[in-house]
């Protein structure tokens, strides 16, 4: 046969390795790998190859599989290697579907790979945002989800390998849940051109296989078919664009089969593990688990022996640190004595320590601040799924974070394991700004989510797409979408989705359960594997919440979904009782008020304040030397109306303030909250504070009406890093400040520029100082953007606000105030008890309660205890001043298209152009209208029909604005039977604010 020496004696060597094989016995590639010719042979060509070393595994199975193929084209064997497949077979998704959707998913996948990085070249490499593709092919209606493009590269890594070793099409390397380190092994032309002669080889062969199915064969999801390989190579042998060697056809054989049975085109059921080494595994991150819980059971010793040889390993450093001879008797005891001997002698009290995969100064950093119920719910078993019912003060959130730091650090769980959900974005970045003080840099990697955040990443959605228009525009629509698509099924596997696309996940963990609404159950339950078939497939949750403090019924919250949790997820109660933020006397009165209520979880349970508690740093009591104010009783105040309330709250925060002092002196305003169930009891307060100079932080200023995205500071910033980014992919941190400070000029201490440094702090506390992706940067902010339409606090002054706004806030001294606290049209008593008791638990060591008799909500009536004080508040003699009202002018008062109808040569635009946030307007009336006008007496807004109907019978004289932001609007922005009447594409609408107007 003129066969090289080497060759002809690997042949000889494998021929009779094979022939001595017995009918009944199995044989793996491993097995003819081992044999020494092959070795002598394999090294050989290895070493001209210099293939790396990493990569021999797979060159052997390859090289084998072509030998025996090469014996059997030369004579020496005749025994192809038979095949069973299932197949698809005249069903809904047939497996020709399978095969054209993915291939065309992957042509679309591969052109824009190449238009977003059309300079890499090969052996360049860049990092990819599985997110932003995903949302660029659906923003192109090609929709193609970040696990399917997951499977796409990891495809794309396999290919084009031969047997000497050599790489793939590209390599990726994981860089987080959402980034990938890309590198090309090949130009983008050739990766296109062999990924299309592959498929069309695919194609051509599963073709094949499906002509071997008998006619009048049942339609079936699993059609059996049998066939060799011979029979494929030959329809291999006929294919344009394929080597014509005998080992190119069997390396592409592979490649093909491998590819369809991994599609799920065809499931091959026998043949398969001859062209897969026997002893190598590769474990996909989004492959659906293949063990139960009790295949792990057995591990169990392992990994405690394992944990304990940390700890004895450690106990020896520190032996041999002080004395090398102790050191030296504890490794002789360690060999001679039996474990339980030793262990008993040398760690007497830390048999729980040894359990643990931590040294005994991390546990201490965990669980050392906590008190012992708080600890037993930190410390609680891993697989089982538990309630926290949290009082207020009783630290949910420090139980929630020391619980993820506690898994990560002790039970060793890994971070891509944890998945968090938080009721807001300020709640992620909190939550995740003290895990990172816990546990240091891996708290970067744990998963803690917005439930909308999270619905974008599972529909692969980007944030900053949001604000072109190129999204969809229905936010809230995004939670039923993820859900659906968690549900969906999985044509593949035959059941659902969700195994791939949460694939890793093992702990869910939920702050404030108890104001989750419909969607965020759905989402919740469908994640957690609620309806889940196989129990194992289940997370383990923990849900932490309040049924008392469940507040946002208007908003389809619900606490019903809290009281069935222990039912639905099988779930053990463990309850935080101790209030370790307000006074004895806030507690029990408050525990009083709200027992009140029927049907709830605590009913049995009585809160109770801390020994020592931990109010605001450093404020004393003025008669007293000790840390905590004294024990004053809860003040329940009756008065005459509004102004008499008004008048009284400023009386009684006063002397608030001359109880409390803070190193010496009256503490800030902003230790003082007024709190109320609507915002028109506010004003009076508000007036009379500044009549008295009083400063004032008005809660309703943070909450927007518009999106921050929207407001020129912003977009200004937004734009420059997206130019940014054209140029140059990343940035150093350091960089984005003098950019802020250079568009800022003077003004960056005005409030939108601050806002932007605000969101810049929060990327640098989750992602470090270093240099930032720019894309990830971008996408970051837009969800801190979209997500959070609520300023962080800017004011040092008097906090007036709607109960509602001040739900997670704490204060030194609260005012609840009298008014309107009858239930709505649908709220019922217990509703809004649960309102009046959330306020009442703000405060920290100060409270006073009003009922006004003009308008009585009679809610503490009925309630009797000492730490209550009532007083009646007789009508004041002197005269009140007049409440003035504080005007907004929002986008709801605005006439919005006002500009939009004008040229570009109006002079509006320029004025427009000009105003900047904290400049002067004057609303005034011309005509019929009320318009705004600028420093140079040009009109920059008008007020909108329904505005002038409230403001024109009470106009008497021109009134004094302040600019509060800019809004861009956009022509697409209204309707659409309007807008061939707009004559600019954008322009912007001034959002005003004044403190001038009388009731």
Not at 199 to 214: C, W, Y
Not at 323 to 348: C, I, K, W
Request: some cysteine; glycine content about 6%; aromatic content about 6%.
């Amino acid at each position: 046969m003129g066969l090289p020496s080497l060759k002809r004696e690997l042949f000889h060597a494998l021929f009779a390795r094979i022939f001595a094989c017995d009918t009944t016995d199995s044989m793996s590639v491993d097995d003819l790998a081992a044999l020494p010719e092959y070795r002598i042979y394999h090294d050989a060509r290895a070493s001209k190859a210099e293939a790396p070393e990493s990569t021999r595994p797979v060159a052997e199975s390859l090289e084998i599989l072509s030998l025996l193929r090469e014996m059997v084209e030369v004579g020496l064997l005749d025994e192809s290697q038979s095949y069973r497949a299932l197949v698809r077979y005249k069903v809904t998704n047939p497996s020709q579907r399978i095969l054209e959707e993915a291939i065309a998913r992957e042509i679309w996948l591969l052109q824009l790979l190449a238009e977003l990085h059309p300079d890499l070249q090969c052996g360049e490499r860049s990092v990819l945002s599985i997110r932003k593709v995903s949302q660029e092919l659906q923003n192109r209606e090609q929709s193609v989800a970040p696990e399917e493009i997951s499977a796409i590269l990891m495809n794309l890594a396999r290919e084009g390998r031969d047997p000497h070793g050599s790489a793939g099409l590209i390599t990726t390397k994981v860089l987080s849940p959402d980034r990938l380190l890309l590198t090309l092994k090949r130009d983008w032309a050739e990766i296109r051109d062999q990924v299309t002669v592959a498929r069309r080889l695919s194609t051509a062969l599963l073709r094949a296989v499906m002509t071997r199915i008998p006619e009048g064969t049942p339609r079936s999801k699993e059609c059996s078919v049998d066939f060799t390989d011979k029979d494929l190579l030959e329809v291999l042998s006929v294919q344009p664009g394929l080597e014509d060697s005998t080992e190119s056809r069997s390396r592409m054989l592979d490649t093909c089969l491998l590819y369809l049975h991994e599609l799920g085109a065809m499931r091959l059921k026998s043949g398969l593990a001859f062209f897969r080494q026997a002893m190598t595994m590769t474990l996909r991150q989004d492959a659906r688990p293949q063990f139960t819980k009790e295949d792990h059971a057995p591990l169990a010793d392992h990994y405690g022996l394992k944990r304990r040889q940390v700890h004895i390993m450690g106990r020896y450093a520190e032996l041999m640190e002080n004395n090398p001879d102790d050191g030296a008797s504890f490794v002789r005891e360690y060999f001679q004595l039996p474990d339980q001997e030793f262990l008993t002698r040398h760690f007497p009290r830390d048999k729980t320590l040894l359990e643990k995969g931590a040294t005994r100064a991390t546990i201490r950093k965990i669980v050392g601040p906590l008190t012992q119920e708080q600890r037993r719910l930190v410390e609680a078993p891993l697989e089982s799924s538990t309630l926290a019912l949290a009082g207020p003060g009783s630290g949910k959130t420090r139980v929630l974070v020391h619980r993820v730091a506690w898994l990560l650090s002790v039970e060793q769980v890994q971070s891509h394991e944890l998945l968090v959900l938080c009721f807001n974005r300020r709640n992620v970045l909190e939550l995740r700004r003290r895990l990172k003080h816990l546990v240091g840099p891996r708290a970067r990697f744990v998963s803690i989510y917005t439930y909308h955040g999270l619905a974008m990443r599972l529909l692969g959605r980007s944030f900053q797409d949001l604000e072109s228009g190129q999204a969809p525009k229905n936010f809230d629509g995004l939670l039923k979408e993820a859900c659906a698509r968690l549900h969906a099924p999985d044509l593949d596997e035959e059941g659902s989705l969700r195994d791939r696309i949460i694939a890793g996940f093992r702990y869910l963990l939920i702050d404030e359960y108890q104001d989750i609404d419909g969607a965020q159950y759905d989402l919740v339950a469908a994640l957690a594997g609620l309806r889940a078939k196989d129990a194992d497939t289940r997370l383990a949750v923990l849900a932490v919440g309040d049924d008392d403090q469940g507040i946002y019924d208007w908003r389809g919250a619900n606490v019903e979904y809290l009281r069935r949790f222990e039912e639905e997820y099988d779930a053990r109660r463990h309850s935080l009782l101790t209030n370790h933020r307000s006074t004895r006397s806030i507690v029990d009165g408050s525990q009083a008020f709200i027992a009140q209520n029927g049907h709830r979880l605590k009913r049995r349970e009585i809160l109770k304040s801390a020994q020592s508690r931990s109010p605001t740093p450093g404020l004393y009591d003025a008669r007293d030397t000790s840390p905590v104010a004294a024990e004053r009783p809860v003040h329940m105040l009756q008065v005459e109306d509004e102004q008499g309330q008004a008048i009284q709250t400023l009386a009684v925060l006063e002397d608030m303030r001359q109880h409390l002092t803070l190193e010496g002196e009256p503490p800030p305003w902003s230790c003082f909250a007024v709190l109320a169930r609507r915002w028109q009891d506010l004003e009076p307060v508000r007036s009379l504070a500044d009549e008295k100079k009083i400063p004032v932080d008005w809660a309703k200023d943070r909450e927007l009406e518009y999106s921050p995205g929207r407001v020129r500071e912003v977009l200004l910033f937004m734009d420059h890093l997206k130019s940014r980014r054209k140029q140059d992919g990343h940035i150093p941190h350091a960089e984005l400040g003098q950019i802020l400070r250079a568009l800022a000029g003077p003004r960056h201490k005005r409030h939108w520029w601050r806002y932007v440094q605000n969101l810049l702090q929060a990327w640098a506390d989750e992602a470090g100082r270093g240099e930032a992706d720019l894309d990830d940067l971008q996408n970051y902010l837009w969800g801190l953007i979209h997500e959070e339409r609520y300023t962080p606090q800017t004011s040092d002054g008097l906090y007036l606000g709607t109960v509602h706004s001040a739900k997670g806030l704490e204060f030194p001294g609260v005012c609840v105030l009298g008014g309107d606290w009858q239930p709505n049209h649908n709220e019922t008593l217990d509703q809004v008890r649960r309102l009046y008791y959330v306020g009442m638990t703000r405060a920290e060591c100060e409270l006073a309660l009003f009922d006004r008799r003009d308008l009585p909500h009679g809610l503490m009536k009925d309630i009797h205890l000492p730490c209550l004080e009532r007083r009646r508040i007789p009508t004041s003699q002197r005269p009140l001043p007049r409440i003035r009202e504080h005007l907004s002018l929002g986008l709801t008062d605005l006439y919005l298209d006002f500009a939009g109808r004008k040229t570009l040569s109006d002079p509006i635009h320029p004025a427009l152009l000009e105003l900047q946030e904290g400049d002067p307007l004057t609303l005034r009336r011309k005509a019929s209208y009320l318009l705004l006008f600028d420093s140079q007496d040009r009109a920059v807004a008008s007020l909108s029909k329904r505005a002038r109907e409230q403001w024109l019978p009470r106009y008497t004289a021109p009134i004094p604005l302040t600019v509060e932001a800019l809004i861009l609007r956009k022509s697409t922005d209204g309707s659409s039977a309007y807008q061939h009447q707009l004559k600019v594409p954008q322009w912007w609408v001034p959002i005003c604010t004044t403190r001038s107007v009388a009731r």
